[in-house]
């Protein structure tokens, strides 16, 4: 029987248009979801839009449409440009789903029948850009760092708590016990250190419902108040599941996400599933994040990068090559057109194009038939790579197979060879150039088969350049 995986990305807010932040976590989840549909799983992967909340509402009104008007369509500028960079997702989620809206309440009822949520007074700074509580000690000069254009607001409000401090011994020993049954993975590592600090330092209740928040779910037992966004938004990830009846894909095996969202992904999320007694997800990956020339990405300094011009300069493939060897995995990434620019051309247009047409024109002037029945499998560097989630080590070690394979012709020179030497080095050669394509599937897939497709023999002719030069 397959093994089944199930992965998310964040489900991204629709008070703004799609970025290369957005786009650097879902086509990595595309690599990852690609990997394993390939080795054999059964996958399930998820993506969607956060659609309720202060910020959603705001930005709504900004627009002079009602917050339906607006989320119908920013998110479709969501769920239109995944599939043009190719992005192989199950399901689109929308927290303005009327099931999803149904089973959120049906958690939420759980929870308060069972006695974890309570009614209480909370005053505090909040945070409107990050939809959540902040602390003094948070603020740099007077504001939230993530944020800096918007100020805090006061607030102070009775509404309904989550005991989220009951669950906090249970959520450590599950992190740090690897043999506990409700274990979870949170990496990188310097990641998961930080949560077990956080937690081991203590952990206030969290307020769950708002009374001065229209635009959201109505608690079931106070309509007067709507659900926290970050609770309704959390649920997705189960919520899908039950909408699209693939409740055997339940736990998540990995929910890929920003370092930014780390906190409501390792604690809260997993505090909230214990008290609904529903499984808890077995790994959290937080990633870090692209920097524009050194700088912040942000709409005042004007140097955002969007989706559509990377596909407009680069192609699919172009993009997704350039996004993955950037990914910030570890830590965050500085790009900028130049250097997308630069790597382009050094790797596609002369890298890999250069060396595919290489060995096609030699094959073609040999008029030899190639017999291939191989069967191909992903090269160990490349697992490597994307299980520890450095897609740059994975396509290092795919380019440096192109430089050898390049060094090879021409050193041996085979338009000097003929007969069975000719033949014998063309036929390592193609081999060669099959187990590239073989190995760049999750990256490059259209260009991976357009690779295997060329090279699958016995002729094998001139193609068009697959990347031409910028
Ligand atoms: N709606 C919440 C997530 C709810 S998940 C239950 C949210 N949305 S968001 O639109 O702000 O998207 C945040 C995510 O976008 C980050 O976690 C990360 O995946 C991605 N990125 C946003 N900016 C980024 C960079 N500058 N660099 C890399 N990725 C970044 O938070």
Known sequence: MANKFYITTPIYYVNDVPHIGHTCTTIAADIIARYHKILGDEVFFLTGTDE??????????????????????????????????????????????????????????????????????????YCIGCEKYITESELVDGRCPLHP????????????????????????????????????????????????????????????????????????????????????????????????????????????????????????????????????????FAH??????????????????????????????????????????????????????????ADLANGLGNLAARIARLAEKSALKFSLGESLSFSPEVQEGVKNFRFDEALNFIWTQIAKENKRINEKKPWELSGEELKEFLGESVKKIRQIAFDLQPFMPQTAEKISNQFQGPVIKSEKPLFPRI
Not at 320 to 332: E, G, W
């Open 52 to 125: 309720h909340g202060a910020k959603v509402a705001e930005a709504a009104a900004k627009e002079g449409l009602t917050p339906q008007e607006f989320t119908d369509k920013v998110s479709r500028t969501f769920s239109n440009i995944w599939p043009k960079l190719n992005i192989s997702f199950d399901y689109f989620i929308r927290t303005t789903n009327p099931q999803h809206k149904k089973i959120v309440q049906e958690i939420l009822e759980k929870i308060y029948q069972k006695g974890d949520i309570y009614k209480s007074k909370y005053k505090g700074l």
């Open 288 to 345: 870090s994040f692209y920097l524009i020339d050194g700088q912040k990405m942000s709409k005042s300094l004007g140097n955002v990068i969007s989706p559509e011009e990377l596909l407009a300069k680069f192609g699919v493939d172009g993009t997704r090559y350039l996004i993955a060897y950037s990914f910030p995995s570890l830590t965050d990434s500085d790009v900028s057109w130049n250097k997308f620019k630069e790597k382009y051309n």
């Open 149 to 284: 254009n918007r100020q805090v607001c006061e607030q102070e409000e009775e509404n309904y708590f989550f005991r989220l401090s009951k669950y906090i011994p249970e959520l450590i020993a599950a992190i740090e016990d690897e043999k506990n049954p409700l274990h979870y993975q949170i990496e990188p590592e310097g990641k998961r250190q930080e949560v077990l600090s956080r937690l081991k330092a203590g952990v206030n209740d969290l307020s769950i419902s708002r009374a001065e928040v229209s635009w959201g779910i109505p608690l079931p037992w106070d309509q007067a108040q709507t659900i926290y966004v970050w609770v309704d938004a959390l649920l997705n990830y189960y919520t899908a599941t039950k909408i699209v009846n693939k409740e055997n894909f339940w736990p998540a095996n990995l929910h890929l996400i920003g370092k930014e969202i780390l906190w409501f992904h390792t604690v809260i999320w997993q505090a909230l599933l214990l008290a609904a007694d529903i499984a808890l997800p077995k790994e959290i």
